[in-house]
């Protein structure tokens, strides 16, 4: 008995000790978050410090670096961290497969500008929500040893391949590394901004219906506000459907994630969602920003030269919602089918303009294949000579011309069909 009120005393200790390590965990997530813009912003400046990027994130981010390049535009970024009371920063651990995941949410002001030869060509400032997934392996290695010559490196230095034998190498397993991130309008402005223009309407339409054609008189008065209040009535509807749209549209893709995730599990016990997002959020960009189809074969088994001309003026490929259809095996393969909606930003000469696109992809993987171990550097190699294969060089072996069979690796494209 007289051990219980030391237990109590140790158990509110503990409480309180928990508590305040996993604030202090919150704020030093909030900074790597910080640190993470900051590297993005510098990376579009021409610095390449990329100790916060994964390897998937750092190629898509190359690859949209070139176009702009390509396009002579220059790209800033600038994140202003003002506060709005009502969207706090927030950073969320999880499990997925083999990763713990940490979903941080910072809010600010932003400010992306494209210019050409010192001229504006597009200009967006908006309050945004910026959601960075950081993955993180359950056991991290900051220094790896490259499989092919053996040589000690850091990880963030074998990005893209071995300093002494330039191997490349898929690379999913890092401590706290980005794996995506997407930067949008604070809900509650985008929910002002609907409003305000679903008000506008409203009056137009009430002042159309009050006055076209009528005589004056007092009986307008009455007129006019008996539509106002029916005007009022239903925007406030149509707001309100809308809101529950979109937090139930949100969250039935999720639930649809989390279902097909756990199916893929049962055939590959360290599948990753996150993981597979990143990838597949670098094989968008790559398709949008190539300029060869040979630059694709590393992960498409289609012929996509009828449709890469479409994509020749894209200088940015923003993805804003993945929705799973269906997962499927076959006596070789890992099926899964998916839908995509993307926001462009398409170069016409003159100004950058905003495009709207929804895809729709089938993606197989090597049933045999299971995800990469952790903290396992796996090493791109010819079946046939050897030699190290590159995936931006289009997975195809630059001494004997060996086409790599990323099925072995990693989820590959089969059918991409644009949406009408």
Same mark, same amino acid.
């Given at each position: ?58 190629? $898509? ?33 999880? %499990? ?31 309050? $945004? ?28 230095? %074998? ?30 402005? $985008? ?15 009430? %002042? ?50 989390? $279902? ?91 100004? %950058? ?68």
């Amino acid at each position: 008995m007289n051990n219980e009120p030391d237990s109590l005393f140790q158990s509110i200790q503990n409480i309180i000790r928990n508590y305040k390590t996993s604030q202090l965990e919150r704020k030093r997530m909030f900074e790597k978050g910080k640190q993470f813009l900051r590297e993005y912003r510098g990376y579009f400046e021409g610095k390449e410090s990329r100790a916060s990027f994964s390897q998937s994130l750092w190629y $898509s981010m190359l690859l949209r670096r070139n176009r702009l390049k390509s396009k002579n535009i220059r790209y800033s970024f600038q994140f202003d961290d003002t506060k709005d009371p009502s969207q706090p920063d927030t950073a969320v651990w999880g %499990l997925d497969g083999k990763n713990t995941l940490i979903n941080v949410s910072v809010n600010g002001a932003t400010t992306e500008t494209y210019q050409r030869n010192e001229k504006k060509l597009y200009t967006h400032c908006q309050n $945004s929500i910026i959601d960075i997934m950081f993955v993180s392996a359950t056991k991290h290695e900051d220094i790896l040893i490259c499989p092919h010559c053996g040589a000690t490196q850091k990880t963030e230095d %074998l990005l893209d391949g071995c300093n002494y034998c330039g191997t490349q190498f898929q690379l999913e397993d890092f401590k706290e590394k980005v794996v995506s991130y997407t930067l949008e309008e604070l809900w509650t402005d $985008s929910m002002k901004r609907r409003s305000r223009t679903y008000l506008l309407i409203g009056i137009l339409f009430v %002042l159309l219906f009050t006055f076209w054609g009528q005589e004056p008189g007092w009986y307008l008065f009455e007129t006019f506000i008996t539509y106002t209040l029916l005007m009022l009535f239903i925007v406030g509807i149509t707001i309100y459907c809308t809101n529950i749209y979109s937090v139930f549209s949100s969250g039935s893709s999720q639930i649809k994630w989390y $279902s097909v995730g756990s199916k893929i599990r049962k055939h590959d016990k360290n599948f990753s969602a996150l993981a597979f997002i990143g990838s597949l959020d670098y094989k968008l960009k790559a398709i949008h920003f190539a300029e060869a189809p040979e630059e694709l074969q590393g992960f498409c088994q289609i012929d996509l030269s009828e449709i890469l001309p479409l994509y020749k003026n894209v200088v940015d490929c923003n993805v804003k919602k993945y929705a799973i259809k269906s997962f499927e095996t076959d006596a070789q393969n890992r099926i899964v089918k998916i839908n995509v909606t993307l926001e462009l930003l398409v170069d016409t000469a003159k100004r %950058l303009l905003k495009k709207t696109e929804k895809i729709s992809l089938t993606l197989i993987k090597d049933k045999a294949n299971e995800t990469q171990s952790v903290c396992d550097a796996v090493a791109y190699t010819c079946d046939s000579c050897g030699g190290s294969i590159s995936l931006l060089k289009g997975g195809v072996c630059e001494y004997c011309g060996n086409k790599l069979d990323m099925r072995k690796y990693d989820w590959v494209i089969t059918d991409y069909k644009i949406k009408k």
